[in-house]
């Protein structure tokens, strides 16, 4: 049997120390290939480049690519295009920094295991919840435990697993739990300064995200020094509402 392909990227760019110890952390369980931005994509969400041309370089190892595009344009690239087959799983990551609540909407790392996903490949995304980690090598053994039960079991077609690891030695993690997405308070700062010719320019940003940390979510797993999984869906409807509107007729 031919080993499993498994494809990895992020939105941190190729030289991002979460993607070689991902990259490490996952050799062991098939060939890994590595298609990953020449530099840095975080918060690009799902952005494709469709107005300009895309150029793919080779990057000091074997099987390593640099796409100058997005980490979405790396995996439609990758998948439809580049590798030698289809590969059997999509890791993105390991991003710094949380991807919780509603800021999986602007990730980079979700949106590189969603287009995984979309192409009907199992995906995951993995995060540090640090900004500056100190233990990547957790989240890399976090990432080589599910990829492996992943390879073995599958995931369901249109879903996709966005995981957060506390920013702990191994041993110190309490344990993994499902959870769902919790909520963000929106709290960034933007600010405002001059540039050298007196013109103003603004910076979105500064603050760490705030949340509530409600129960059975993404940010209560990780305050409790557990590792989160939320399974999203690819279906963003909101069926609920469907359900309720069903008997409102708006003429045209
Ligand atoms: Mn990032």
């Known amino acids: 049997m031919t080993s499993p392909l498994i494809l990895v990227t992020n939105d941190d760019g190729i030289q991002a120390p979460g993607l070689h110890i991902l990259a490490e952390a996952l050799d062991e369980l098939g060939e890994v290939w590595v298609y990953a931005p020449d530099r840095q994509q975080s918060a690009v969400g799902h952005g494709v480049s469709l107005h300009r041309p895309l150029r793919v370089h080779p990057y000091n190892h074997e099987r390593w690519y640099m796409v100058d595009g997005t980490p979405t344009d790396c995996v439609m690239l990758a998948i439809r295009h580049l590798l030698p087959r289809r590969p059997a799983l999509v890791v993105s990551g390991i991003n710094p920094g949380a991807n919780l609540g509603d800021d999986v909407t602007y990730s980079g790392t979700v949106a590189g295991a969603f287009e995984g996903m979309?192409?009907?490949?199992?995906?995951?995304?993995?995060?540090?919840?640090?900004?500056?980690?100190?233990?990547?090598?957790?989240?890399?053994?976090?990432?080589?435990?599910?990829?492996?039960?992943?390879?073995?079991?599958?995931?369901p077609l249109e879903t996709l697993l966005n995981v957060n690891v506390p920013d702990l030695p191994y041993k110190k993690l309490r344990g993994i739990v499902f959870t769902r997405m919790g909520r963000r308070h929106y709290e960034d700062e933007i600010i405002s300064r001059k540039d050298p010719r007196g013109n103003p320019y603004y910076w979105i940003g500064g603050s760490a995200p705030g949340n509530v940390a409600e129960s059975g979510t993404d940010f209560e797993a990780v305050d409790n020094m557990s590792v989160s999984i939320t399974p999203l869906?690819?279906?963003?409807?909101?069926?609920?509402?469907?359900?309720s509107v069903r008997e409102v007729t708006i003429e045209l």
């Open 118 to 155: 979309l192409q009907g490949v199992p995906s995951l995304a993995i995060s540090d919840v640090a900004y500056v980690p100190k233990h990547l090598k957790t989240a890399g053994q976090v990432a080589e435990k599910l990829a492996e039960l992943v390879l073995r079991e599958g995931l």
């Open 233 to 243: 869906q690819r279906d963003l409807t909101d069926h609920h509402s469907l359900e």
